[in-house]
Structures are given as C-alpha cells and as structure tokens.
C-alpha cells in the first residue's frame, strides 16, 4: 500500500478509472488539475473545475478508506516560457509542428506536477494516457516511454494504466494506413478493453457514451483549443508528412523541452531559482 500517490487528473473518463485503479492502492491520492492559457474558460463554461466536483465527490463516497486532495496547479507562466523563448529554435527543428497549442502546453504540465511530487515527496506518478490520442504530444507511446524514464531520474515513478486500452471514440489514427499498419502498436493494444467500459462497471457513468462527447465530458476540464481548428491540424500534418515523420517530430520536440524542464527543475530545486514559474499552485 502506497502512503501517497498523484494522479493528473482532467476529471474525465479516462482519469476517473485510473484514480478508481489507484485508490485501491494508496492512502491519499492527489488529483492534480492543470490550468493552462488552454484550460481556462469562464466559470459557466462546460470544462471548468468547477464541473469535475460530481466525479471528486463520486470518488471521495465510493472509496472511504483513501483521502482525496483536489490541487490546482496554474501552469500559464511556464507555458509561456516553453511558447516565447524556443520560437526559431523549435521551428527550425520540427517546423510548424511546434505551433500546436499541446506542444508548449503539455510540458508545463507535466512540469508542474512533476515538480509538486517532489516537494510534496510523491513518489508514485499516474495519469490517463491512451495510445489512441497518439496524435497529441505526449500520448504516444514513443513519448511516454520519454516521459517515464524522464519521471524516474528524478524518482518519481510514471504510471500509464490505461495506454495501451482500445479506445474507440478516439480512433481517428485509424485513418492513417501506417498507425493501422504498424505492428509495435497493434501487438500492444488491448482489444476490447475500454476506459468506457471500465467506467460503466464501475458506476462513473451509464450507458455506452463511446460517441457521446457531451456526457463523457460534462464534468471533465477540457481545452478552449477549438476542436475543428485543432483536430484540423493534426489531420493536414499526419495526411502530408505521414505517422512515421510525426513520431520523429514529437519525439524531437520532446526532447527539446526535456532539456528545458531538467535545467528549470534541477535549478529550481536546488536553489529556488525560476520560483516564478512555480508559484502559482492553488
């Protein structure tokens, strides 16, 4: 049994099984929440915080023996960092790739939590990851495995309990002959094991919400990125330049922001320094 455990949670589906998998592992679990210049919407929007209070409060009743701690973390200003200070350097190595919103936005993120478990001394890291949002940085497995070696130099183990599950809502990668064709991928996915199902059994939710976007989300913190524009770009990029390159870039990317997170983390834990980017928990 685990003392303590995080998980960055969007109080989604995905995120809501894997605290349902943790608390049967840890005393106290931290449900981190990330507020990007991506997340934050105004209070009556579908997608603030304050709509993932039901599933909190569903998981708090549910499991009795662990304590749940909501944390929200502010991560603009190191989004910022990552988006104003890189532009050419980022531009020349993986192109336009790097205008994504989720390439800056994604390691702030994952920066912030990384950092909040090291001085809250976690030392157990979970998220809900899924192979098949592999068109976002950070969710494809080349980069998880990234992400997981990266977490564990600083002694923070990364959990990705749900990654290899098949996901149909979000099978768009399907469009692509060489995602359905690569066979590292498909060996690894687990067919017919579904966060959707997991949840139904569960009681997180009822009914088959597989193409129900709406009600799979009404209580998660969701993007302000508008979905065509975003989903547009993945599509251009993956159409013209194939998965393959894509996988290239991202792990490129990357390792770009890698180098820039060791530098931040290892000065801000050693001597405080860039304290600024830090200080805006919640």
Not at 111 to 139: E, H, R, T
Not at 150 to 157: D, E, I, K, L, M
Not at 169 to 174: A, Q
Not at 193 to 216: C, H, S, V, Y
Request: charged share 20%; with cysteine.
């Amino acid at each position: 049994m685990l003392e303590k455990a995080a998980i960055m949670y969007s109080g989604g589906v995905d995120s809501t099984v894997v605290a349902s998998k943790v608390a049967g592992e840890a005393k106290r679990v931290y449900l981190i929440t990330c507020l990007s210049h991506c997340h934050l919407l105004p209070k009556d929007t579908l997608g603030t915080p304050e709509h993932m209070v039901p599933r909190i409060a569903w998981l708090r009743e549910k499991y009795p023996q662990t304590e749940f701690i909501h944390v929200l973390l502010h991560t603009k200003k190191l989004q910022e960092f990552f988006w104003n200070r890189f532009v050419i350097q980022d531009l020349l190595t993986v192109g336009l790739w790097r205008n994504l919103p989720c390439s800056c936005c994604s390691p702030a993120n994952f920066g912030s939590v990384l950092v909040y478990c090291l001085k809250n001394k976690i030392g157990d890291l979970f998220w809900g990851g899924n192979v098949m949002m592999a068109g976002f940085p950070y969710q494809h497995p080349a980069c998880v495995e990234q992400l997981t070696a990266f977490s564990r130099s600083y002694g923070v183990q990364f959990h990705s309990p749900v990654l290899w599950h098949q996901n149909e809502d979000v099978m768009l990668l399907y469009q692509f002959e060489n995602f359905r064709n690569n066979p590292a991928l498909q060996n690894n996915i687990r067919w017919g094991e579904t966060t959707t199902q997991e949840a139904n059994a569960l009681g997180i939710e009822k009914g088959d919400i597989k193409f129900d976007f709406e009600k799979k989300n009404r209580e998660q913190i969701t993007c302000k990125q508008d979905t065509f524009v975003t989903y547009s770009q993945f599509f251009f990029f993956y159409r013209f330049f194939g998965f393959k390159k894509m996988e290239d870039a991202m792990l490129k990317l990357l390792m770009n922001q890698a180098k820039r997170l060791k530098k931040i983390i290892d000065s801000h834990m050693k001597d405080g320094k860039y304290a600024d980017l830090f200080d805006s928990h919640a």
